[in-house]
């Protein structure tokens, strides 16, 4: 996982920048980049025949030269060597269609935001709107400063045989351990065997037996995949359940700082209808999310 480059969708509002915050933590020592865009939008200087393109555009070049000045005094006492961190206003209406365009040019390899959690059935929140269309991974930071990343849980699909999901499991553990490494953080793989609240409540499975059958069947795959990154065994994790709920569960219980995860990005109708596990997960998670696209 490339990290030469970050983008940071700036705090609208938030002095203290937790997502730069979080971007710092992952920034390579010597090589790494952070860009921090700072968006802004006026309908009025947009709208035809609400002002005069004189006054249109006064009040544009007036809101970016506001935003600039913003930025600059809330990234002012944040520890990054000249020349590594860069900063800009844009302007624009739509932050998705904007960062998508961003990361189709080849210039970034990780977008970082902080999360909020505000997504309904008629409402797709930017947050959403990242994991289902960003070409390059997101990671969706939680809304307060926190301290370095000391434990990364890594949740993979152990049950699946499907070579995209196979080749999605290990780019999950690889950006874990590559992430973890400098902090010495703790990488816990995670397997949740999904198995829905309602086959359960009408006994419609032996959730003990499946669980048993299931844990027998994976461990060793997943102590030797853990292995291949140098993970020890016994921080693998395997629990039953729906994932949307037991991995919010499992690194609230382990304190975890961020939660890696892929993502088939499901779109449309269906998106809204059905989500996708990593947007469901990032509705309970009270904590930062990285999610991998596959390929």
């Known amino acids: 996982?490339?990290?030469?480059?970050?983008?940071?969708?700036?705090?609208?509002?938030?002095?203290?920048?937790?997502?730069?915050?979080?971007?710092?933590?992952?920034?390579?020592?010597?090589?790494?980049?952070?860009?921090?865009v700072g968006f802004v939008y006026e309908h009025a200087a947009a709208e035809p025949g609400v002002l005069s393109d004189t006054a249109a555009?006064?009040?544009?070049e007036a809101l970016l030269a506001a935003k600039r000045r913003w930025l600059k005094q809330s990234l002012a006492a944040l520890p990054c060597g000249a020349g590594r961190l860069q900063f800009e206003a844009a302007w624009t209406a739509d932050i998705v269609d904007w960062t998508v365009e961003a990361v189709s040019r080849g210039a970034v390899d990780l977008v970082v935001k902080t999360g909020h959690r505000s997504e309904s059935l008629l409402y797709t929140p930017v947050d959403w709107q990242l994991l289902r269309r960003c070409p390059a991974p997101v990671l969706i930071t939680g809304n307060r400063p926190r301290g370095k990343v000391r434990r990364i849980l890594a949740a993979i699909d152990a049950g699946s045989t499907h070579?995209?999901?196979?080749?999605?499991?290990?780019?999950?553990?690889?950006?874990?351990?590559?992430?973890?490494?400098?902090?010495?953080?703790?990488?816990?793989?995670?397997?949740?065997?999904?198995?829905?609240?309602?086959?359960?409540?009408?006994?419609?499975?032996?959730?003990?037996?499946?669980?048993?059958?299931?844990?027998?069947?994976?461990?060793?795959?997943?102590?030797?995949?853990?292995?291949?990154?140098?993970?020890?065994?016994?921080?693998?994790?395997?629990?039953?359940g729906q994932p949307d709920r037991v991995l919010p569960s499992i690194a609230a219980r382990l304190k975890a700082d961020l939660v890696v995860m892929g993502t088939v990005g499901r779109t449309g109708v269906a998106g809204k209808l059905l989500g996708n596990t990593a947007e469901q997960v990032l509705h309970r998670l009270r904590t930062g999310l990285l999610a991998l696209r596959p390929g």
């Open 163 to 240: 070579p995209v999901q196979i080749d999605l499991n290990r780019k999950v553990l690889a950006a874990a351990a590559q992430l973890g490494a400098p902090l010495n953080a703790q990488i816990h793989p995670v397997y949740v065997i999904a198995v829905s609240a309602v086959a359960r409540d009408l006994d419609l499975i032996d959730a003990v037996a499946l669980e048993r059958d299931q844990r027998a069947r994976v461990s060793p795959l997943l102590a030797s995949m853990a292995g291949e990154y140098g993970i020890p065994a016994k921080n693998v994790v395997i629990k039953l």
């Open 1 to 36: 996982m490339k990290l030469d480059t970050i983008l940071v969708i700036a705090d609208r509002d938030d002095p203290k920048q937790p997502a730069v915050r979080a971007a710092l933590d992952l920034l390579p020592a010597a090589t790494g980049r952070l860009r921090v």
């Open 57 to 60: 555009a006064t009040l544009k």
